[in-house]
């Protein structure tokens, strides 16, 4: 974690209200993992008090270069989009716990919900690399808010559900996932909550539809800490949760969801959980 | 008895009983040319009289601006490095028991949690001091979701005081702050008169812990908190019954929430205190994006950030005229100018609490700011500048945190 001076060198709106900004910043390209997030301050001249937590969309750090993906939603998104090329803005960060993908998965599920492609984009590509076989599953309101293929890696498939119908399944994005559940060895998630809620309900019961092993130690052996990475690695599901943030390094207690084992700070022990250590009745 | 004390104006005196100046020692302040050897004024000690009828006060008003001959740099030579080290930031907050801070720019309970977590981007050693997030007898696990959201100039707030419990606090945290120069304050909450006894009792000795900052108005939680603050006689009870419970320096911090908060405010300094911070968060409200109930889990939420700064400051003003201990000033500092305001009503340090959310870095950055500020003006201490904005005659604020020595 530290502060950052970033450098804007790319902003483009990909779809409606939906950007991507391309920023120099090597400290942060090369320190970061997947589902990890920055903090990003606002200019201060409009009344914000507060910075805007953003995922890492994607961090290449052969060149250096982070780029956000965000929707215009408020003063601070859109003080952000008219940020000009060659203008550092002031980011901290990488911030949170990132995905943890185990070792033995070769095939990944990510399951994305409109803007949860900000959350899951990063870690096809580390799966990718890791030469591992990646389906994402997305879903959007309609055509015109479904996430351009273009900007994802080539060898990932992409599986589009909208809810008006108008691209791909017509439907929600989680009835797609039991075509899938067989097939994936993890899977990961990033979108409004009611999804990762319905997804956690899913997870929990592949078990037993599928009497599949239970990755990592035999029963009766130690078990990792609830909420350790290797926790987090051995989880079938592990979701990317949202909250409003006020510090992001875990000091004002602002942005907690409740967990099994009591509030849980989405940016210090978040924001990526196993699906096991939400408790999922309080999450509406 | 009090009326005995001596009120010390000279920065040299203050100086050879500050324990961490041996590093900075101050340099003799004279120019060769002065005959006397030291510049005018400088050492030069105000005795009050005998009458035990008469506070000895320091009139930081009109009479301390024509006092700036004590505060003077005369060496132009000097280089700007020295010039700035000379600058004597320090200020001993509670002046009764001693908790010395090496400037007087703090972190506000709640916004800097045990002061571990900004470790990595902040120098917290550079702190005057810090006020830990605050700490109750039981572990709380605080409001549900969400806690937190932004309003103009400013961000709503409802944590719930979530916190593991005092002994938790004390186990994790206590060896750490025991290797750090900075004292570090605890922010105490209760229920009940007894919970704050306890906590109290338990942190009393504690290595590491420099002093209690009372919460008696947190604003978000249901039972407990708020309740002492808005009445005299409770705030009283409770001040003292702490008192009784700890020989730590006791800060107390008052509500906003109240119709006149002088009464409250002498009632705690006549309880004991050592000194008071003002102000906690007002009471607040947002609306859920679709205007079926409120937004925060807990409904209401404290305002804090820019947006209460000119409440604070009024209230600021109000208990400076009222009471002689040293007031701590906390709401929407952001910048030197924000900390000079509340210098000005009457406060001899301030707390910075919502505005590091955005800059981290702030309250180190102030400290350097207030010691360039004081070198630009030609001070060789930042007291000078307490209190210049209260009415003159009608009870100048004390600057016994600043200048006052028994």
Not at chain 2, 253 to 269: F, G, M, Q, W, Y
Request: glycine residues 12%.
């Amino acid at each position: 974690m530290r502060l950052v001076a970033a450098e804007l060198v790319e902003s483009r709106q990909i779809l409606p209200g939906q950007w991507i900004q391309s920023f120099h910043a090597p400290e942060l390209a090369t320190g970061s993992r997947a589902g990890q997030f920055v903090h990003v301050r606002t200019g201060d001249y409009s009344g914000l008090v507060l910075r805007r937590p953003f995922s890492i969309n994607t961090a290449d750090p052969a060149t250096g270069i982070v780029t956000l993906h965000f929707r215009t939603v408020g003063r601070g998104t859109e003080w952000m989009t008219r940020v000009r090329e060659g203008e550092r803005i002031d980011m901290l960060g990488p911030l949170g716990r990132p995905f943890e993908i185990d070792s033995r998965s070769h095939n990944l599920l990510l399951v994305a919900g409109g803007l949860g492609m900000a959350g899951v984009r990063m870690l096809a590509d580390e799966a990718v690399r890791g030469g591992r076989r990646v389906t994402i599953l997305f879903g959007a309101l309609s055509a015109s808010h479904v996430y351009p293929s273009s900007l994802l890696p080539d060898e990932v498939e992409y599986v589009v559900a909208t809810d008006d119908g108008s691209l791909g399944h017509h439907g929600f994005v989680t009835e797609l996932v039991p075509e899938y559940e067989a097939w994936a060895d993890q899977a990961f998630a990033c979108g409004p909550h009611p999804m990762l809620k319905r997804l956690a309900a899913l997870a929990a019961g592949r078990r037993d539809r599928l009497g599949v092993a239970k990755l990592g130690r035999k029963r009766g052996g130690p078990t990792d800490p609830l909420g350790s990475a290797a926790a987090r690695r051995k989880s079938f599901l592990q979701v990317s949760m949202e909250q409003n943030m006020g510090c992001a390094v875990g000091a004002c207690l602002g942005c907690i969801v409740i967990g099994v084992a009591g509030p849980q700070r989405v940016c210090r022990e978040g924001p990526v959980f196993a699906a096991d250590e939400i408790a999922w009745e309080s999450i509406s | 008895m009090k009326a005995k004390k001596k009120v010390v104006i000279s920065t040299e005196v203050r100086r050879s009983k500050a324990p961490k100046s041996g590093k900075r020692a101050f340099p003799p302040v004279w120019s060769e040319d002065s005959g006397a050897g030291r510049p005018i004024g400088a050492g030069r000690k105000v005795e009050t009289s005998g009458d035990a009828s008469s506070r000895p006060r320091v009139e930081t008003g009109s009479a301390a601006v024509a006092d700036l001959g004590a505060h003077v740099v005369a060496r132009p030579t000097m280089s700007q490095r020295e010039a700035l080290d000379r600058v004597d930031l320090s200020v001993d907050i509670a002046p009764q028991r001693g908790l010395l801070l090496l400037n007087p720019i703090l972190v506000a309970s709640g916004t800097f949690g045990y002061g571990v977590e900004y470790g990595e981007v902040v120098d917290v050693q550079r702190l005057g001091a810090i006020c830990c997030k605050g700490t109750t007898l039981r572990p709380r696990a605080g409001n549900p979701p969400p806690r937190v959201t932004e309003t103009p100039g400013g961000m709503l707030n409802a944590i719930g005081l979530q916190n593991p419990g005092v002994d938790a606090v004390i186990e994790k945290y206590g060896p750490i702050w025991q290797g750090w120069q900075v004292p570090v304050i605890v922010n105490i909450a209760g229920e009940s008169i007894e919970d704050y006894v306890e906590v109290a009792r338990r942190l009393d000795g504690v290595p590491g812990v420099a002093g209690i900052e009372l919460n008696i108005s947190c604003p978000n939680v249901g039972k407990g908190g708020l309740q002492f603050a808005i009445d005299k006689d409770a705030a009283r009870a409770v001040t003292a019954a702490v008192r009784r419970a700890t020989e730590l320096p006791l800060l107390v911090k008052l509500s906003p929430n109240v119709t006149d908060v002088r009464p409250i405010a002498k009632a705690i300094e006549e309880a004991g205190a050592d000194a008071i911070c003002a102000i906690n968060t007002l009471s607040g409200l947002a609306v859920s994006v679709d205007r079926t109930r409120a937004f925060l889990g807990n409904t209401y939420g404290g305002l804090s950030g820019p947006a209460i700064k000119p409440v604070a400051l009024r209230i600021v003003y109000e208990v400076a005229q009222v009471v002689s201990i040293p007031i701590v000033a906390i709401g929407g500092v952001t910048n030197l100018d924000d900390v000079l305001d509340f210098f000005a009503c009457g406060a001899v340090a301030v707390q910075v609490g919502t505005a590091l959310f955005a800059d981290p870095e702030l309250p180190v950055r102030l400290g350097d700011e207030l010691r360039a500020e004081c070198l630009r003006r030609g001070l060789t201490s930042y007291k000078p500048l307490i209190g210049t904005a209260l009415p003159a005659r009608t009870g100048a604020p004390s600057a016994k945190g600043a200048e006052y020595r028994p």
